[in-house]
């Protein structure tokens, strides 16, 4: 089974920054595909970030130009470099990891920005 651990999440004041964290139980390049999402309270989890196997990177209009998703192999760790922190960021944090049709989640990490 696979196992996705998130870290990095906490307080940070507007303008702040934070990186997050993803560390899986098995090699990353095994997944088509690994993600960053989110989730607010009342709000559908939505897709912040991704990087598929080839490189190939996405980003959530809302975060271009703020954050950015990198990847260490050797780690198997997935990161999310979150810059110009606002307000709205607000949210827990999942990593996700997918293989053909299956996805794989972490347990989340909360992200508060407040002044």
């Known amino acids: 089974q696979v196992q996705l651990v998130e870290s990095g999440g906490g307080l940070v004041q507007p303008g702040g920054s934070l990186r997050l964290s993803c560390t899986a139980s098995e090699n990353i390049f095994n997944f088509n595909e690994m993600a960053w999402y989110r989730q607010a309270p009342g709000i559908s989890r939505d897709l912040v970030a991704s990087?598929?196997?080839?490189?190939?990177?996405n980003y959530a209009d809302s975060v271009k130009g703020r954050f950015t998703i990198s990847r260490d192999g050797a780690k198997k760790t997935v990161y999310l470099q979150m810059n110009s922190l606002k307000f709205e960021d607000t949210a827990v944090y999942y990593c996700?990891?997918?293989?053909?049709?299956?996805?794989?989640w972490g347990q989340g990490t909360q992200v508060t920005v407040s002044s």
């Open positions: 996700n990891a997918r293989i053909l049709r299956s996805n794989f």
């Open positions: 990087i598929n196997v080839g490189g190939s990177i």
